[in-house]
């Protein structure tokens, strides 16, 4: 079947710190490739996409690169701020069938001044 | 536009009730969703719909039941509800694409 692996968390970091949260998957088939932001008390938002092998998704500093050959779509920024404090899932879906979400545990993000 | 929205935001029950939960979006998206989501365990899909008038049961169905009588609404039921269900419950929306999340609704069940 189809799962998402993410880094546990927390992660604690201090205000423009290099983050790096890793994420890996296995499917049948070519996925498209998810990250949502989910902040205190409120439901998950879409932080940036991929849909294909080699796409970058961006998005508010973040990035990440769909790599087919190392089944991974690790989600970076080059300097965090207080305000990216939040939970990061990770997520893939496989056209058809609904188009239903796997998602990763999540990795709860700390930022510290 | 609203987007997605859920309806309680908070409920307490007590083991065996029955209560619904509403989800509505104002997107027009054909396909809507239901999840829990538990410490340590991400979201998990509950049920599905890919249309009016049709469901479909995803990772977790047991012990609920969904009905998507408009295109708008995806409603959530719990008939006999038991402590295992307290959760947070997500509702989201799509057209085939990026699924769009509720606010969510957290449950007790006690």
């Known amino acids: 079947g189809n799962s998402v692996t993410q880094m546990e968390g927390p992660v604690t970091l201090s205000e423009e710190a290099f983050l790096t949260i890793n994420c890996t998957y296995t499917?049948?088939?070519?996925?498209?490739l998810f990250w949502y932001v989910q902040y205190p008390g409120e439901g998950l938002q879409l932080l940036l996409k991929?849909?294909?092998?080699?796409d970058k998704g961006s998005n508010k500093g973040f990035e990440a690169t769909y790599r087919k050959e190392t089944t991974s779509f690790h989600l970076e920024k080059g300097s965090v701020q207080v305000s990216d404090s939040a939970v990061y899932f990770c997520?893939?879906?496989?056209?058809?069938?609904?188009?239903?979400?796997?998602f990763g545990t999540g990795t709860q993000l700390k930022v510290e001044l | 536009n609203a987007g997605v929205t859920q309806t309680p935001k908070f409920r307490v029950l007590k083991t065996g009730q029955s209560m619904t939960l509403l989800c509505a979006q104002d997107?027009?998206?054909?396909?809507m969703y239901w999840y829990r989501q538990d410490p340590g365990m991400g979201l998990r899909l509950i049920h599905y719909?890919?249309?009016?008038?049709?469901?479909a049961k995803g990772e977790v169905p047991d012990g609920y039941n969904v009905s998507r009588l408009k295109k708008q609404n995806f409603l959530l039921g719990l008939e006999s509800a038991a402590p295992s269900q307290t959760s947070v419950y997500f509702c989201?929306?799509?057209?085939?694409?990026?699924?769009?999340f509720g606010p969510g609704t957290r449950l007790l069940v006690l």
């Open positions: 997520a893939l879906t496989l056209t058809g069938g609904g188009n239903k979400l796997t």
């Open positions: 997107m027009n998206h054909e396909y």
């Open positions: 989201a929306s799509s057209d085939g694409g990026t699924q769009y």
């Open positions: 719909s890919v249309g009016e008038g049709t469901t």
């Open positions: 499917a049948t088939g070519y996925p498209s």
């Open positions: 991929a849909t294909k092998a080699d």
